[in-house]
T-cell receptor, first 112, second 118 residues
Framework: GENVEQHPSTLSVQEGDSAVIKCTYS??????FPWYKQELGKGPQLIID?????GEKKDQRIAVTLNKTAKHFSLHITETQPEDSAVYFC???????????FGKGNQVVVIP | GAVVSQHPSRVICKSGTSVKIECRSL??????MFWYRQFPKQSLMLMAT?????????EQGVEKDKFLINHASLTLSTLTVTSAHPEDSSFYIC??????????????FGPGTRLTVL
């Protein structure tokens, strides 16, 4: 099955700086790659996703890039703010399989 | 759009009792809903996939008689933890997929239910 690895496990950044989280996946047939933000005690919130037919997608301060050849995708957060502090999960899914394979999560801490 | 709710948000019960958790898609119809379990500082663990009008598909190691899932309508799925024990204490989260996702497995998550079994 699909195996998704997420690095680094913890990331601390100064407010205003950029944060980048990278995920690698194993199944070359995966075609959907979402990123979720989870705050303490809450459910995961879909913040951005990318499909395999594009290489990059941006939504205000958040962007995701996909490298299908290398089988990795990354979340980029620019101009970080304290409210960006949370756990971020990446996931991958392949066509015909309705399961999401999740990474282990990344704790992002934005230091004011 | 794509809002999923869960009720209750937290529940405390005595060992041996059963607890029902509801998951609702508020602004879309979901033919498929998912139930996850999450332990502190860990990732989400899929327990079962629930399809409207049919039996749920459970992941390996998940006891279907322990975790009863009913997907009675296109907007409601329920998870019942039967004869709960302290080891069932966890954060339970549901998700739902809008039908227009097609071949892309887009899932929207509920806010989660914190279950504590005394």
């Amino acid at each position: 099955g699909e195996n998704v690895e997420q690095h680094p496990s913890t990331l601390s950044v100064q407010e205003g700086d950029s944060a980048v989280i990278k995920c690698t996946y194993s199944d070359s047939a995966s075609n959907y790659f979402p990123w979720y933000k989870q705050e303490l005690g809450k459910g995961p919130q879909l913040i951005i996703d990318i499909r395999s037919n594009v290489g990059e997608k941006k939504d205000q301060r958040i962007a995701v890039t996909l490298n299908k050849t290398a089988k990795h995708f990354s979340l980029h957060i620019t101009e970080t703010q304290p409210e960006d502090s949370a756990v971020y999960f990446c996931a991958a899914s392949r066509r015909g399989n309705n399961r999401l394979a999740f990474g282990k999560g990344n704790q992002v801490v934005v230091i004011p | 759009g794509a809002v999923v709710s869960q009720h209750p948000s937290r529940v405390i019960c005595k060992s041996g009792t059963s607890v029902k958790i509801e998951c609702r898609s508020l602004d879309f119809q979901a033919t498929t809903m998912f139930w996850y379990r999450q332990f502190p500082k860990q990732s989400l663990m899929l327990m079962a996939t629930s399809n409207e009008g049919s039996k749920a598909t459970y992941e390996q190691g998940v006891e279907k008689d322990k975790f009863l899932i009913n997907h009675a309508s296109l907007t409601l799925s329920t998870l019942t933890v039967t004869s709960a024990h302290p080891e069932d204490s966890s954060f339970y989260i549901c998700s739902a997929s809008p039908p227009e996702t097609g071949t892309y497995n887009e899932q929207f998550f509920g806010p989660g239910t914190r279950l504590t079994v005394l």
